[in-house]
């Protein structure tokens, strides 16, 4: 459609050129064409908002939104949610001198413990998540410290990451698998949930670590070097574990050697970054058992912690979360609100323009265009 | 930025020009730089000189010595050759700031520290808009360059050594030097020296239309003294070197002289010049000389490019693009403090990469990073949008059929491509007079002589009927039929003004006229012997001057062009002509007609030619025996010479006083000739019967010559044919008279006369001619001295002519004053001895031809004057009355008398019946000066003593009541001294209007720039004469008129229409459609741009201003580049905010954007904070509604997105006044193609996009309802208050509209109806709002977000 009027409009400037030129004038009437398009006389709809026409409209979405905010709103109460801060900031945290001591080289573990008590038991399936604050994982440098093609398994990215990589690209000359910050920063405190039932004994809650990731993400987008080779320590050979990991990336799972390399399931949690500074990233699945019992009754728990990723240093938490879910994701009561409270405004400004309409449009018939 | 653009334009018509000769086509064999070698070749250095030999001739060496720094006749008007296309466009665009904008974003994102996203991402953007200028600049240069071709390719015949004769070659082939023959209606190919024409006397018709659009014949002349063989041109015997000036672009110049090898020289003038791209006409063959070729011909040195204009929106466009400028800076310098802020506060991170950096630079850094991730707050691409929306517009204004005007079969010409919105803001409307508001047909209405008036009643009549006839034919528009041979005539060529310009002679002059000619008549008719005969001098002079003092070309209708009107002359060859004459001089009559000039000036002149004549007719009929007409001249021979006896008694008195005074010259008249006219009575009617039935067509250079060409050749003084030293003549009772044509002294606008200095064809003498304004003429014409009965005739006829010409003037006709002057052999030898050295002196040439032409005319005779009508052009008072009443304030600035130009405002509704008129008429500096302050105060006080009574008095009739000035040229002088403009300014902007009247070219470009300087308002002239061009080229929007002064008002203009009324539906309708669409589409565009970058900005907040975003790069470029960027292209051409009928119908809804109220500074910030407002809901509510859960980057970004895109198109749909299935499928495609990307992105691109992987995310969001739920919320909440407010605006806005004042009642109710007609043809049943936009509630609209 531009194209067209704009090579008209050539035409016409170039033919007056022309004439101007002494080409011999074309005896073709220059009239236009009488069609609608040309003389700016398509069928139009006119939507001149006015209080009569908007009126409806305002009624119609309060009437939509209400219902639909008092719905969110419930399902949103309906989730539980229970959130645990393990990072060990107080004196009296139980994880506090772990925070404390901690180095990036130390070889043995600290592991610390916390008690909660569930005081409501979660039915459904409970998703167990680490949460991180003050921690962030979208700064664009850090972001961006990722090679791609080396964790879609590109053998020659393997050999030579990525210069967005740098400074976590080589160490001592080998090239580090997975390069980057992100890798390089990867969570590695193990959590352990364990109930205590009220006679006393601990039971240990299956913690499911497959299916944590994307669909996607595990199928597609991560892939081992080598294609399917179950050997990924020859896979892996010549390269480097990242700076701070303890462990090479084909053994991040010991219990399932499916799970390791670059489709370790945590590893690509961890490595779709968070959009903000405060954010959760799924941990565990604990599966519903059977329908009678809840996942997760409700009574004492203890959390172990194997104490590996240090925070304090930028003031971040270290958190754990338990959440059901529900079909609008984790508990957020704010969509709930955010819809009643919109619904409630465009049934009040659609009030209003009712009476503006009415105090208005008395006079205005007299002149208006009867539709 | 303004300023930069002006800039880019003038380098690039620099570089076009440079391009023209620098990359020069070497298709001529010549050496390809040209250009550089003629900087330095010695021609140039040694003087402005070029030298040329014939290039076939026997000076071979010469020839090649001299011309082979002449550029060849190919011409390129491309400005890119093939191969190097890209590099030289390139070139090119990085001329202009914004695509240098987009480089130096292109380049920081290479420097590794401030990178933002990938290399080639911020490529993106700026290779779009390259590609996209460089297709349209591809397409035009190929456009030229086609042209070029076709042009290059053109047969034409030049003469070959070899073959000793004329072949064919192609234009391109033509060098300097060739000797080219073009036939009749061929078109010249390049600046040549006329050498030979077929026409015997010399000359050659060219028409220039194809250089200025002029259409008339203008005559060229043979050098002289050519050696011509058997009155045949060989180019092997031209021997002669031609001298002249190096190639320059002054079409009215030409210098040289031409050497033949016997060393004599002879002046070369313009006249001797063809001129490339002229045709020829009326000349069967004509042979020339090339002298200059190709790039180097003064048509190609005029070609200039396109207009460039800036307008004032894309003024206000430019602060606002700075105020985003300062947006950006304020959002990127907050970005870098907030980091380093952030950096200094977090002590080893794991997610912060380089902590060594300190935090200081790093904010320096990221301050860079966020101008390129913020860049699209720039508006960048909007100044390609406007280009593509203006062409659009164009487009639409140029195919508007109301704007086409059958009768010329022209539509409206858009000449300035970037300055359709200013038609929408004219404050002030400055008109010329005469083919503007008039028709610009002239028509003689009446005329006085010898201060006598005849009133020409059947004359008004007839023009009663035409007017009416018109009328007709302009309302029912049916298509006249063209004048088939030459289209391209001018209109009042055509057969319907033909009718039109016969005029009914007044019985009374007749009666006079014929008593001269047919001497049966009693001569009781006259009142007293002397002064009817004297009367009959004065009447046959004042004839003869008005067929010869002119510059009329005469062609033959039934050949039109081509056949020159002598061939059928009964004139005889030059020698008879001179042995007829050697027969005469010894006439016994001699004494009567050479008569020393002051008593010929009392004498019947014409009388005693006729005597003469007679004795010499008898003379010839006994002494050159068988000639066949003879015996048909004796019946009426007595009684004609019995009258002359009658009549000579009168005159012996003064005429004894006569001394000899030399033989008379060459009275070229044919024996023939006079044998018919002396056939005198009854034989003449026939004679003159069948004379009208050969259609003459004259083509005069005005109008006004015309006029008076065709009412003198009703009273039967019919001018036959013309050439460069005589003019063919008949005379009623005399027949075809040769007169001998010594100068003309042409029409210009400081003398405002012309001249012709003729040899009288009767008595011999040199007598001047003179036409012109009254006012020059009446002082001109003197009182002789001596003969106190003399002076006292020529008192009364003076008095008596001056109250005739006031009485035309009130009339509203155009009045001209015919006056003569005898002069003396001596006299004129001397005039003449000067005339000739200022014509031949190279410097100053003009002012000492002026000089000279005024010291002739002096001491004029005054014959009579004439009242030409001109016609109001059909719907000129409704047009004027619709400008009006839409706020624009029309000023009329005239050449014509005061009288005439408040007849015409009458007429045309400007002045109303209860106006008040203020004349300013002033002699001198000081009385100017009190009388404006007295003026001012006059109209200080009217205007309070109208608000006074505004409750007392009637409403309406009070309100209508205003004042007028007229002012005239030596007042307007006065007034626009340095001193007094600010009082003339203050004065005219209290009157509803202004006319100036006598008002010079320079005086109206004053005006216009005056006016548009102090005041600062949008200006538009209009105009359609030479005059008028200065006028045209000042204001903001100058609009030409094509009309019958040629093209130079159109060639110079912006628009060009050809009627005024179009004014009304250009400026009313497309002007405010233009404006409003473009304001709008400027707003929306930078909220689209302010909307979406503050989502990357608020982002910042969470990701420690680390420059972060939280889309695709991808998403992110196209957002602005593909998805959103065509539905404003479409609004901006095709939105309607009202029905052009109710545009028309009401034109007070012009005046709202008079004062730009749609792009007031406050509009522009209501819509920067509708968009921050947009960005935060948009921004925040999915942020709350997914903090703290595990949304990823870019699943974060995906609501955000697709809401973004949502509220902007759908902003759109609110912001749009109309919605055709045109916008609903470019929203429809904008936002599939968005949802359609980056779904086929998440689903393919697995590694294509590092580092932020968008595999997966939209596929997986798009699947789960929260997605929808989020950009529902979103989107509604974010349009909810524009909505609402809108709503409110209109409610409110439309009722109080209605209340309002500015409708009165029956033009609400006439309005009414017409909407309702308008929305019963738009059977939707569309809700109108017919007042969204009215005037008059200011105070009401600050409070309402629009």
Redesign the interface.
Known sequence: MMASSYNAKEEDGHHSGAASHGGPAVAKSKKPDNTAFKQQRLLAWQPILTAGTVLPAFFVIGIFFLPIGIGLFVTSNNIKEFEIDYTGVDLDSPCYSCAKNFSWNSTTPCVCTVDFTLEQPFESNVYMYYGLSNFYQNHRRYVKSRDDSQLYGDLSSLKEPSKECEPYRKRDGLPIAPCGAIANSLFNDTLDLYHIESNGTVNVIPLVNRGIAWWTDKHVKFRNPGGNNNNLTVAFQDTAKPVNWRKPVYELDPTDLENNGFVNEDFIVWMRTAALPTFRKLYRIIHKKSSTTPTLPSGRYVLNITYNYPVLSFDGRKRMILSTISWMGGKNPFLGIAYITVGSICFLLGVVLLIIHHKYDNRNNSADIPS | MERLHWVWHRCQTLMGRESGQGWYSSTDGLPNKNSLDTQCSPHRVSGKRRTVFAHQGPHQHEYEAVSKNYKGNAIRTTKYRLLTFIPMNLFQQFRRAANLYFLFLALLNWVPVVE?FQKEITMIPLLVVLTVIAI?DA??DY?RYL?DK??NNNDVRVFCGKQKEYVEQCWKDVRVGDFICLSCNE?IPADMLLLYSSDPRGVCYIETA??D?ETNLKQRQVIPGLPLQGGEFTPENFHSRIECENPNNNFSRFRGYMEHSSGVRVGLHNNNLLLR?C?IRNTETVIGIVIYAGHETK?MMNNSG?RYKCSHLEKRLNTDVLWCVALLIIMCLTAAVGHALWLKN?????????VETPPALAGFYIFW?MIIVLQVLIPISLYVSIE?VK??Q???I????DL?N?LL???I???A?NITEDLGQIQYLFSDKTGTLTENNMVFRRCSIFGVEYPHEENARRLEVCAVENKAAGHTMT?RPQPEPV??TATWKEPHSLSEKEVVPDPELVKKLNWFCSPVLPLKEGSSGTSSSLELTYITDFFLALTICNSVVVSSSSQPRHVVPEARMPLKSLEEIKMMFQRFSFSPFTALSTLSPHQVKGSPRSFTSRLFTRGKTEFLTSSTPPNSSTSETDPGKESNLETSILRDKVDLPSQEKGGNSGPVEDDIKDAKTTDICCGAGPDLETDYDSDADDDLLYEAESPDEAALVHAARAYRCTLRGRSAESLLVDLPGIGSLSVQLLHILPFDSNRRRMSVVVRHPLTGQVVVYTKGADSVIMDLAETPKGDDQAQEIDCHIKEQTQKHLDSYAREGLRTLCIAKKVLEEEEYEVWLRRHVLAESSIDHREELLLESAERLETNLTLLGTTGIVDRLQEEVPETIEALQRAGIKVWILTGDKQETAINIAYACKLLGPYDQLLRANCGSKEACSAFLDELKLEVQHGQESLTDGVEAEDHEESSSRSFILVIDGKTLDWALQEELQSDFVELSRKCKAVICCRSTPLQKSQVVRLIRDQLRVMTLAVGDGANDVSMIQMADVGIGISGQEGLQAV?SSDFAVSRFKHLSKLLLVHGH?CYFRLANMILYFIYKNVMYVNLLFWYQF???F???V?TNAWVLIFFNLLFTS?PP??YG??D?DLP?DSLMAVPELYQNSHTSKLHLPYMFWITVLDAFYQSLICFF?P???????????L???SPINASALLIVLLHQ??E???????HVLVLLLSGGSYFGFVLLFSVYC??CS????P??VE??QMS???FF??CA?TT??AL?PR??F???H???L??AA??SSHLDKVE?EKY?QR??HW?RG?S???????C?DNPGLEASAASVVS
């Not at chain 2, 140029?398 to 059929?401: A, L, P, R, S, W």
């Not at chain 2, 590092?1250 to 992987?1253: I, L, S």
């Not at chain 2, 939707?1324 to 017919?1330: I, Q």
């Open positions: 933002a349209k397409l035009e456009r042209y076709k042009v078109i194809n250089l659009g791209s045709t048509a396109p977090i002590k080893d991170p794991v997610f912060v990469i380089d990073t593509i062409l659009g164009i487009y639409f140029h195919n508007d059929i086409y059958e079969d022209s539509r010409q858009c000449r491509l298509l289209p391209s060639m459609w969470f990701c420690g680390s420059g972060s939280m065509i292209l479409i051409i095709l309607r052009a509510i942020y709350f509604a997914l903090t703290g859960s595990d949304v990823g980057v699943s974060f970004g749909v609110l749009s006044h109309t919605l055709t299935w045109i697995v590694t590092p580092p932020t992987n595999v997966g596929t997986l789960q309802p929260l739920i989020i919320i509604v909440t909810l909505m609402f809108q709503a409110l209109n409610t409110v439309c009722s209605l209340n609400s009414r909407m309702q929305n738009h939707k049943g569309n809700r109108l709002s017919v969204v």
